[in-house]
C-alpha cells in the first residue's frame, strides 16, 4: 500500500510544475481572456458562465507584464529553510506560503503539503497551490492501507468536495474535465516507470479537470477556476486515489487572466538538491512505515499463537487428566478385584484346614457345615443360628427352614 501512496507523491513535481499552467492549456488560451458566447462545455470564452453580475466597487486593471523572481520554499523539512523551487510572478506581487510536512500521519501520499499563493496588490487576484490529498475510495478500503477512506471517484467529486470545505457559500457554476491534461501527466508517469524513478503497482488510470466558482469578497463579484489531475490505481480491489496539489487562479469577474497561470507555470524549475531531499525523505518515512506494518502483523501473529499454544496447553492438560483417571479407574478395579480373589482364596484355605463347607445363609452371613455331614444344608428364617444338615433323598425341613447354597 504504501509504494502506491509514494508512487503519488512521486507526481508532485509534475503537477508542482504544470499545475499552474494546466488552467490555460485549452484549445485556445485567449479564450479565457475575452467575452464571448457561451461554449459547447457549459464556459464562456472568458470562462465565466453567463449570469454575469455587476462589482459594486471594481478595482483597477492590473498590469503583469512585468515578472518578478519568486521562490517556493520548504521551511522545515530538512532542518532548515531550503528552496524547493523557483518562478516569475508579476512584479509588485507578493508570494506566501510553501512546503510543510504532516510527520502524524502514515499515509506516505498526504505527509507532503504544499500551499503557496502569489497574492496582486488589489488582495483580490491571485494564483494559488493548495495542499493535495490521497485517500482510499470508500468501500474498497484495505485494513492495512493507512490513507483515509473518502467517497470520491471522479476529479470533479474531489473538487467540488474542496470548494464546499475551503470555499462556504461559493456557488459552483461549472465543470469541465481535461483530458489532453490527462494524457500528459498519464505520459509522464509511464516516462518516470521506464526511466526507474518511481514504481507503481496495480491498474492506473488518471483524471483531470477545472472547476469554476462564484462568491462575492470585499463587496466585490469574483470568478475562480480550481483545477487537479488525480491518479487512481487499483490493487486487489483496493482503489487509491490522489493528488499531489490543487491549482487556483482568482480573481474580479471578467479580469481573470488564464494566461498568466500559464505563464508562471512555465516559469516554474524545481532545485534538484530539495527533490534529492524530499525523496529521500519520503522513501525513509515509507520504509518506517513499513517496518511498522510487519510489527504489527508479527505481533498479532505472535498473540494468535500464545491464544492457540495455551488452549493446546489446556486441552493436552485435560487429556492427561483424562488419562490419569482412567489409569487410576483401572488400577482401582485391578485392586479391589485382586483383593476381593485374595479374600475367597483365604475363605477356601480356611475351610479346607477346617474341613467344612460355606454355604451362603439367609441372613447374608455364612454357615459353615462339616464335610462329614449331608451335602443338603437348611436354615431356619426365623432364627438363622438354627441349621443342620442331611443326606435325605427326599428331607422333610420343618416349617420356616430353607435350603442354603454353597458358596464357590
Known amino acids: 500500500m504504501g509504494h502506491r501512496g509514494q508512487g503519488i507523491a512521486a507526481l508532485a513535481l509534475v ?31 472568458s470562462g465565466m458562465p453567463m449570469d454575469q453580475a455587476q ?9 503583469t507584464s512585468t515578472m518578478q523572481s519568486a521562490q517556493v520554499i520548504d521551511n522545515n523539512g530538512f532542518g532548515q529553510p531550503m528552496v524547493a523551487a523557483e518562478l516569475q510572478i508579476p512584479a509588485g506581487w507578493q508570494a506566501v506560503g510553501g512546503v510543510t510536512w504532516n510527520d502524524g500521519t502514515d499515509c506516505i501520499g498526504n505527509q507532503m503539503q504544499v500551499s503557496w499563493s502569489a497574492i496582486a496588490p488589489d488582495s483580490l487576484t491571485a494564483v494559488e497551490i493548495l495542499p493535495g490529498f490521497n485517500w482510499q475510495v470508500a468501500g474498497t478500503e484495505m485494513q492495512m492501507n493507512p490513507c483515509p477512506a473518502a467517497p470520491y471517484r471522479t476529479t470533479r467529486e474531489f473538487l467540488e468536495a474542496t470548494v464546499q470545505r475551503t470555499r462556504p457559500g461559493a456557488r459552483m457554476l461549472d465543470y469541465q474535465d481535461q483530458p489532453e491534461i490527462a494524457q500528459q501527466v498519464t505520459q509522464a508517469a509511464r516516462a518516470a516507470q521506464e526511466n526507474g524513478q518511481q514504481r507503481m503497482q496495480g491498474q492506473a488510470r488518471t483524471d483531470a479537470g477545472r472547476l469554476l466558482i462564484a462568491y462575492t469578497k470585499d463587496g466585490v463579484e469574483m470568478r475562480e477556476v480550481l483545477s487537479a489531475v488525480v491518479s487512481f490505481t487499483e490493487l486487489q480491489g483496493n482503489v487509491v486515489g490522489g493528488t499531489a496539489t490543487i491549482n487556483s487562479i482568482r480573481g474580479p469577474n471578467n479580469r481573470v487572466d488564464m494566461a498568466l497561470g500559464k505563464r508562471i507555470g512555465d516559469s516554474m524549475r524545481a532545485n534538484p538538491q530539495w527533490l534529492e531531499a524530499k525523496n529521500q525523505r519520503s522513501m525513509a518515512s515509507l520504509q518506517r512505515s513499513s517496518d511498522a506494518q510487519r510489527s504489527s502483523i508479527n505481533d498479532w501473529h505472535n498473540r494468535q499463537m500464545s491464544i ?20 487410576a479407574g483401572i488400577y482401582n478395579a485391578i485392586a479391589a478385584n485382586t483383593s476381593a480373589t485374595s479374600d475367597s482364596m483365604h475363605k477356601q484355605t480356611m475351610s479346607g484346614v477346617k474341613e467344612v463347607n460355606n454355604y451362603a445363609g439367609v441372613d447374608g452371613g455364612t454357615v459353615q457345615s462339616s464335610i462329614h455331614g449331608g451335602n443338603q444344608v437348611f436354615q431356619d428364617t426365623a432364627n438363622p443360628g438354627n441349621a443342620y444338615s442331611t443326606d435325605a433323598a427326599y428331607p ?10 454353597r458358596e464357590p
Open 15 to 45: 503537477a508542482l510544475i504544470a499545475g499552474c499552467s494546466q488552467q490555460a492549456q485549452t484549445q485556445d488560451p485567449g479564450q479565457w481572456q475575452a467575452q464571448g458566447p457561451q461554449s459547447a462545455g457549459g464556459f464562456s470564452q
Open 55 to 63: 462589482q459594486s466597487a471594481m478595482p483597477p486593471a492590473l498590469d
Open 308 to 327: 492457540i499454544n495455551a488452549r493446546g496447553a489446556a486441552d493436552r492438560a485435560a487429556i492427561r487428566m483424562r488419562g490419569n483417571q482412567e489409569v
Open 396 to 405: 422333610d425341613p420343618p416349617s420356616g427352614y430353607v435350603e442354603l447354597e
